[in-house]
């Protein structure tokens, strides 16, 4: 399993969708799970920027992972989003018959995310909810990065900033790499 760390806006979902093509893997994006939600409550905290609490997130993984090809490598974005996801991750794997191969961490500076994040046209784009998007990934998500590194997972980290081409070069180098420890 490849996990994709990044803030909102830097790119994970599109690089993802390359990578598994290209490498033949699964993707799986706990954004898109909930996009594709019926979830009322899960549309409203979408809406206003609210990250899904860790009951329904590990929830919405947790049938994904189970309902899916046992045997593909897979792709994790956007998940886990804080350090208690990460430690119920963590005490999951086995029962996935999986283990954590590396994280690819996609860095974008501010500015260049509010410009990508602005031009999306979703409604979770809004310059208030994006600033809020922004300041819960650097202050929950970013240090389950450290988390990772404790535990001598490989952190492969990709400037963000180029052609999708470009940066899809960098992101499968480091798939590579990764997918041969």
Same mark, same amino acid.
């Given at each position: 399993?490849?996990?994709?760390?990044?803030?909102?806006?830097?790119?994970?979902?599109?690089?993802?969708?390359?990578?598994?093509?290209?490498?033949?893997?699964?993707?799986?994006?706990?954004?898109?799970?909930?996009?594709?939600?019926?979830?009322?409550?899960?549309?409203?905290?979408?809406?206003?920027?609210?990250?899904?609490?860790?009951?329904?997130?590990?929830?919405?993984?947790?049938?994904?992972?189970?309902?899916?090809?046992?045997?593909?490598?897979?792709? +994790?974005? =956007?998940?886990? #989003?804080?350090?208690?996801?990460?430690?119920?991750? $963590?005490? &999951? %794997?086995?029962? @996935?018959?999986?283990?954590?191969?590396?994280?690819?961490?996609?860095?974008?500076?501010?500015?260049?995310?509010?410009?990508? +994040?602005? =031009?999306?046209? #979703?409604?979770?784009?809004?310059?208030?909810?994006? $600033?809020? &998007? %922004?300041?819960? @990934?650097?202050?929950?998500?970013?240090?389950?990065?450290?988390?990772?590194?404790?535990?001598?997972?490989?952190?492969?980290?990709?400037? =963000?900033?180029?052609?999708?081409?470009?940066?899809?070069?960098?992101?499968?180098?480091?798939?590579?790499?990764?997918?041969?420890?």
């Amino acid at each position: 399993m490849v996990l994709f760390f990044g803030p909102p806006g830097s790119g994970k979902s599109v690089q993802g969708e390359l990578l598994v093509v290209r490498n033949k893997c699964r993707w799986l994006s706990t954004g898109q799970l909930f996009r594709d939600s019926s979830d009322p409550e899960v549309l409203k905290r979408m809406a206003t920027g609210e990250l899904i609490d860790d009951e329904l997130t590990n929830k919405v993984l947790d049938e994904a992972l189970l309902n899916g090809d046992q045997k593909a490598r897979i792709v +994790l974005d =956007g998940y886990p #989003r804080n350090t208690m996801q990460a430690k119920w991750l $963590e005490e &999951r %794997l086995l029962s @996935y018959n999986r283990e954590i191969k590396c994280l690819i961490v996609f860095n974008v500076p501010k500015d260049e995310l509010i410009k990508r +994040l602005s =031009g999306r046209g #979703r409604t979770e784009d809004a310059p208030e909810v994006i $600033e809020r &998007r %922004l300041n819960i @990934y650097y202050e929950r998500t970013k240090p389950v990065i450290d988390f990772y590194r404790k535990r001598k997972v490989p952190v492969y980290e990709i400037n =963000g900033v180029g052609s999708v081409g470009v940066v899809h070069d960098r992101i499968q180098t480091a798939a590579e790499q990764c997918l041969r420890v």
